[in-house]
Nanobody, 115 residues
Framework: QVQLVESGGGLVQAGGSLRLSCAAS????????MAWYRQAPGKQRELVAR???????RYGDSIEGRFTISRDNAKNTVYLQLSSLKPEDTAVYYC?????????WGQGTQVTVSS
């Protein structure tokens, strides 16, 4: 059974930083691209960042170079470093992997940025 467990969210002031972690189990982690999405209240879930098996990264248009995705295959963990946070970054952040043709999601971690 594939499981994703996010952690690291919290309340931070505008301009601050957070590091989110997502621990994966039930998959050969190094063989899968991993992604972070976010969903703000009343909005659709959107892609934040994706990291491929070889380490290539892709970012959503709204990120503007402020976030960094990375992975540690030895720890089966993907990270999202959030910097220069803005109130509009407030959302639940979800870890994602596509396994056997299905989207697998974690439970999410709340990030709240105060102005």
């Amino acid at each position: 059974q594939v499981q994703l467990v996010e952690s690291g969210g919290g309340l931070v002031q505008a301009g601050g930083s957070l590091r989110l972690s997502c621990a994966a189990s039930g998959i050969i982690f190094s063989m899968y691209a991993m992604a972070w999405y976010r969903q703000a209240p009343g909005k659709q879930r959107e892609l934040v960042a994706r990291i491929l098996t070889g380490g290539t990264t892709r970012y959503g248009d709204s990120i503007e170079g402020r976030f960094t995705i990375s992975r540690d295959n030895a720890k089966n963990t993907v990270y999202l470093q959030l910097s220069s946070l803005k109130p509009e970054d407030t959302a639940v952040y979800y870890c994602n992997v596509i396994h056997s043709g299905r989207d697998i999601w974690g439970q999410g971690t709340q990030v709240t940025v105060s102005s």
